[in-house]
């Protein structure tokens, strides 16, 4: 997991050396009244969160794993713009006997969602860094190993900080580290999903 961020991070230090404009070209940019489609990958790290069933004392632990999406965006200012990105990934769970450790239950679930965000951009160029944060839904869905299956959409919020790089008149990257918060069903507190998001995107 830390390979693929560090990775990621890598790439795009590369890629912004080897394609970066001139001023000259700086100089006659503008992201104001544009729009944009973008495929992404961000590898996110799992989280633990305890089990509210009664007479048990159990965790719920949510494994690492990649979430690809697909998305489209607007810039109404220059400084401004909203997105909404569908996503998708396959995610190991496994239920534990919090005392002891042991894993008494395990599943790999679909996990996918939807958000709409606000990113905001703290220069006019074409390479800026940005914040953002939305709100959407996350669905978990999948079945026990040991028989039995489930099924839930849940709130989800998120943050997140980064760059976004204009590289030419048409070709848009994206590399933010967002944070991503739900709260399944039955448990005692929100799961957070963070990691290096990576869109690259078509601007028109």
């Given at each position: ?28 940019f ?9 495929l ?25 794993t ?17 997105n ?9 769970t496994?239920?534990l ?5 042991d894993?008494i239950n395990?599943?790999d679930?679909?996990?996918?969602g ?19 944060g ?15 299956s ?8 998120n ?6 790089w204009d ?9 933010i580290y967002k944070?991503t918060?739900?709260?399944?069903e ?9 990691g ?9």
């Amino acid at each position: 997991m830390k390979k693929l961020n560090v990775l990621i991070l890598f790439l795009g230090a590369v890629m912004t050396l080897i394609f970066s404009p001139t001023f000259a070209e700086a100089e006659s940019f503008t992201r104001e009244h544009t729009a944009d489609i973008y495929l992404y990958i961000q590898p996110i790290s799992g989280d633990t969160t305890s089990g509210d069933v009664p007479g048990f004392d159990l965790e719920w632990k949510l494994d690492d794993t990649d979430v690809f999406g697909i998305g489209y965006g607007a810039c109404f200012h220059e400084h401004f713009g909203v997105n909404s990105n569908l996503f998708f990934g396959i995610q190991d769970t496994f239920l534990l006997d919090k005392r002891s450790g042991d894993v008494i239950n395990k599943s790999d679930h679909l996990l996918m969602g939807w958000d709409v965000n606000i990113d905001a951009y703290l220069l006019k160029s074409r390479l800026t860094p940005m914040v953002t944060g939305g709100i959407g839904f996350m669905v978990i869905s999948g079945s026990w190993d040991l028989g039995g299956s489930y099924s839930e959409t849940n709130f989800s919020y998120n943050i997140g900080a980064g760059a976004r790089w204009d590289a030419t008149d048409r070709l848009l990257i994206k590399a933010i580290y967002k944070c991503t918060w739900t709260k399944l069903e039955d448990t005692d507190s929100a799961v957070l999903f963070d990691g290096i998001n990576l869109k690259v995107g078509y601007r028109f």
